[in-house]
């Protein structure tokens, strides 16, 4: 913000301030004053000139008066030797005498006289020299000639008297005359004088008060001038600080926001404000845009563009959010503590297909004006690495209990062992694979369609019971259990009367979770073998003849399986023939080996307690012996253990109940004692972790007879023993 | 859960086509995908989850059997425009399924036509790809799903 850097105008001073209305005053005395003065000149005027008319007229009728009384004189003579009645005459010569009389005494002294308009006027004494002489002149005529006419006007006049008066105005009425005349013309100029005597005050009054007058508006606006002025000046020197004041700022203001641009070009945040409508406003970062991965944010909409990355529920939340964000009644502090928006996965549309999607971390904060919030400040960070890797960190959490239960399991076996294992778990698991992609048998509505998924289910039987059953010898208890789930779901179909293609599903998923158990082995192999020393000696081990770790973990084996079933077992191996039969073939004699021990155990060993019963020993002994070599060059092995042997009956049962032979036909041993290498042959009541799956017999069968070309010889007495001997093509390779 | 995953797709797939071409969809033996060269059959189409679950869901079928199936819905010059579109829509269709059944979390893309016989499928570090075959009037097809469940997913 921008404060008003206008410097104050300067203050009036006191002096200044009081001056300005006494200038104003005066004037208005002085117009008041000289109002009064014209007023008073005009008045003075107005009497002098009435004075003065009335003098003028005055002294012009005593011109005509004396006319007259001449006149009114000559009449009475006139008549009076006529013998003609005379008092007209005589009244008119009284009158007109008088009043002369009194209007020239009136010029000469002063006094009351009768006036022209016959009223009485109070003449003024003649003050003028020129007047004065007129007047003394008219008087030295007159008065004479008034005592004459004083003496005819009453009328008891002689002749004598007459005549003398008569010849007395008529010597002395053209002199009175002309001086009347002379007194009339000077009266005027002197009017004139005293007129234009008594004008020039007034007129300078007028002069001043006119100049007053038009001096207060003259005044005040050339003080308002001067004023503005000063302000104009002031202003513009005001106007020049700001100038520079804002150059200054301005110039600051370039640095600051070259700065700020720099900022925003190189932060690694998207920076931005909206207003109350979610419009992103013209400046923000340019991270912003490569968080959006868009070209141009400026006038978009915020509400929109998350519309198109975020789920319909998560926008209507975010929406609901904005509202609260702009919503001033709202703590900001409360509305920042919901935000919905810290780490909200977004998708952004993939074009090559699908979606890329990201987590980004909004964090808001208002900006108000007044009690408004105006905008929203919002900074987004792209948290995907950090969101990621929490959520791996989450998964490991997730599967340390099932990765320490294979490392637990892992850990006392030897590389070269748990790599053969995994290759065999591998090997399995592809031979799964192989069999499940057959869909050819997708329209499986025959019998021999159906039967032929059965074979393929039997297929995948044997490679999860293999799997089990080496999991089993190295004591792998983790992959032990898996495979016996798997084997429960493939037991349910087994016994399913028909079979689509869709009931192997969970064969599937059930393959797919022992992939991922053979992944997690694989990794942790990986990190065991960094860990673990003397790796020379491992490699060693692999090479080693198969028979002497074969031997130790048959009877760790057999140990196992005997603890669990309650059994007591003496396994007496002879290492050399096991070696010879299985050098170049030690997985299949291994794999044969556990199917039969495992056997044998669940099987033909009885209980220590039923041993006993017969009169054996508590604890069986299982013995794996060399056999000779057979005229067809078949090298083979013997398991052997003193148990109770083949229980026939119980096979005949099972076969017929399984529909392997007709109920009641007549059938050998031999034809009794091979159905138990049919595959899900079993005579358990129950299927256990170590038998009763059916399947063992049938492993033996697929890897002596199918898989190798061997043979298999059953020898069984009720009761005393049971002998499975194993023929198998000679080794290819010498042992030495 | 994954058996429930794939058994939804498995319905969608089969009503489909019993809606479309009056039934007759069966399912072979489901198996894991991994040999991309085989997988496509002519004609694929891709969807690409997020959400809940990650991952893509690909239809692929040969031309023969979207020519023969595209008459069940009135085109009856059937070229491979229309195959491709053929495809994108079933894609579409049972994407959209499983949304309706796993819900909103489950989000799909729009479906994005592969042209081709090989089917490159994305699958996610730790996660497989299944394989599910589906033969209609003896044409073969599948439904391929590369599913992860979101860790936060519970």
Not at chain 1, 24 to 36: P, V
Not at chain 1, 210 to 225: E, H, N, Q, T
Not at chain 1, 228 to 236: D, F, K, N, P
Not at chain 1, 254 to 266: F, G, N, S
């Amino acid at each position: 913000m921008i404060a008003d850097q206008s410097p104050a105008q300067p203050a009036p001073t006191r002096g200044r301030r009081l001056l300005a209305p006494l200038v104003y005053l005066s004037l208005a005395l002085l117009i008041a004053a000289g109002g009064y003065g014209i007023w008073t000149y005009t008045r003075d005027l107005a009497r002098a000139t009435d004075v003065n008319n009335k003098r003028i007229n005055l002294a012009g009728r005593q011109r005509a008066l004396s006319q007259r009384m001449t006149k009114a004189l000559l009449a009475y003579d006139r008549d009076t030797r006529a013998q003609l009645p005379a008092n007209a005459a005589l009244g008119e010569l009284s009158k007109v005498s008088g009043t002369f009389n009194a209007v020239i005494r009136g010029f000469d002294a002063g006094g009351t006289v009768p006036g022209t308009d016959g009223k009485e006027f109070l003449m003024p004494a003649v003050t003028d020299a020129e007047e004065k002489r007129i007047v003394r002149d008219a008087l030295e005529l007159w008065l004479p000639l008034y005592d004459r006419l004083q003496e005819v006007a009453s009328g008891k006049a002689s002749a004598e008297q007459l005549a003398s008066a008569v010849d007395m105005a008529r010597t002395r009425n053209v002199p009175i005359f002309d001086l009347m005349n002379d007194l009339t013309n000077r009266t005027e100029v002197t009017a004139r004088a005293s007129i234009a005597s008594a004008s020039t005050p007034r007129s300078v009054l007028i002069a001043i008060v006119s100049v007053a007058v038009f001096l207060i508006p003259g005044l005040y606006l050339w003080s308002r001038a001067r004023a503005e002025g000063r302000r104009a000046r002031a202003a513009l020197g005001s106007l020049e600080t700001t100038y520079a004041q804002l150059s200054t700022q301005s110039a600051n203001l370039a640095t600051a926001k070259a700065e700020t641009d720099r900022i925003m070009e190189t932060v690694q945040e998207g920076l931005m404000l909206i207003d109350a409508n979610g419009i992103i406003g013209e400046h923000h970062s340019r991270e912003l845009l490569a968080i959006f991965r868009q070209d141009q944010l400026a006038g978009l909409s915020l509400l929109n563009l998350l519309q198109r990355l975020l789920s319909e529920k998560m926008f209507n939340t975010t929406k609901d959010y904005f509202g609260l964000l702009f919503d001033a009644n709202r703590k900001e502090k409360t509305v920042l503590k919901v935000n919905p928006l810290t780490d909200i996965e977004v998708n952004f549309p993939n074009p090559a297909g699908g979606f890329i999607h990201r987590y980004l971390g909004f964090s808001f904060r208002r900006i108000m004006d007044g009690d408004r919030v105006a905008r929203v400040f919002v900074a987004v960070r792209d948290v995907t690495p950090q969101i990621e890797l929490e959520k791996k960190l989450r998964e490991a959490e997730k599967n340390k209990d099932r990765q320490l239960d294979i490392l637990v399991g892992i850990v006392h076996v030897p590389p070269s062992e748990l790599e053969s294992f995994a290759r065999l778990v591998e090997t399995e698991l592809d031979t799964i694979n192989r069999t499940l992609r057959a869909e050819d048998f997708a329209a499986a509505s025959t019998g021999a369609q159906i039967e032929a998924l059965r074979e393929r289910l039997k297929g995948v039987f044997r490679s999860v019971h293999n799997i089990k059953g080496n999991a089993a010898l190295l004591q792998l208890s983790y992959f032990q259990k898996a495979a016996d789930a798997f084997e429960t779901k493939l037991a349910e179909l087994l016994d399913h009367p028909v079979l689509n293609g869709d009931d192997f599903l969970s064969v599937v998923v059930a393959q797919a979770g022992l992939r991922s158990d053979l992944g997690d082995l694989q990794d942790l192999r990986a990190k065991l073998g960094g860990l673990r020393s003397a790796p020379a000696a491992h490699s060693q081990a692999a090479l080693a003849p198969a028979g002497g770790a074969l031997a130790s973990q048959l009877r760790k084996l057999v140990e196992d399986a005997a603890r669990d079933l309650v059994k007591s077992t003496q396994l007496n191996i002879d290492d050399f023939a096991v070696h010879t039969v299985a050098a170049d073939r030690p997985d299949l004699v291994r794999d044969v080996l556990i199917q039969l021990a495992r056997n044998s155990l669940a099987h033909s060993v009885e209980s220590p307690a039923a041993r006993v019963a017969t009169g054996k020993p508590a604890a069986a002994t299982l013995t794996i012996r060399g056999l000779p070599p057979t005229a067809d060059g078949l090298v083979g092995l013997a398991f052997h253990d003193d148990g109770k042997g083949l229980d026939l009956e119980r096979i005949r049962a099972r076969a017929e109940a399984s529909g392997l032979i007709a109920p009641g036909a007549l059938v050998s041993p031999d034809e009794l004692v091979s159905c138990i290498f049919e595959p899900g042959f079993s005579t358990a009541a129950q299927p256990g972790a170590h038998a009763g799956r059916g399947m063992g017999m049938d492993i033996i069968k697929s890897k002596v007879v199918d898989e190798a070309g061997g043979a298999i010889e059953v020898l069984s007495t009720p009761g005393r023993f049971c002998e499975f001997r194993v023929y198998l093509p000679a080794p290819a390779v010498a042992i030495s | 859960m994954e058996e429930d995953i794939l058994k939804i797709f498995v319905q969608s797939v089969t009503r489909y086509f019993d809606t479309i071409a009056d039934g007759g969809a069966s399912f072979g033996t489901p198996y894991l995908g991994g040999e991309p060269e085989s997988a496509g059959l002519g004609f694929s189409a891709v969807i690409g989850i997020t959400g809940a679950y990650r991952g893509n869901i690909y239809y692929t079928a040969s031309r023969e059997k979207l020519h023969a199936l595209l008459p069940c819905l009135g085109e009856t010059e059937p070229d491979d425009r229309l195959c491709a579109e053929l495809v994108g829509e079933i894609t579409n269709t049972i994407s959209g399924d499983a949304r309706e059944q796993l819900g909103g979390g489950f989000m799909i893309s729009t479906p994005f036509i592969l042209a081709g016989g090989t089917l490159a499928v994305h699958t996610a570090k730790h996660s497989v790809c299944y394989v599910l075959p589906v033969t209609w009037r003896q044409h073969p097809s599948r439904v391929l799903v590369s599913l992860q469940k979101s860790p936060d997913t519970p």
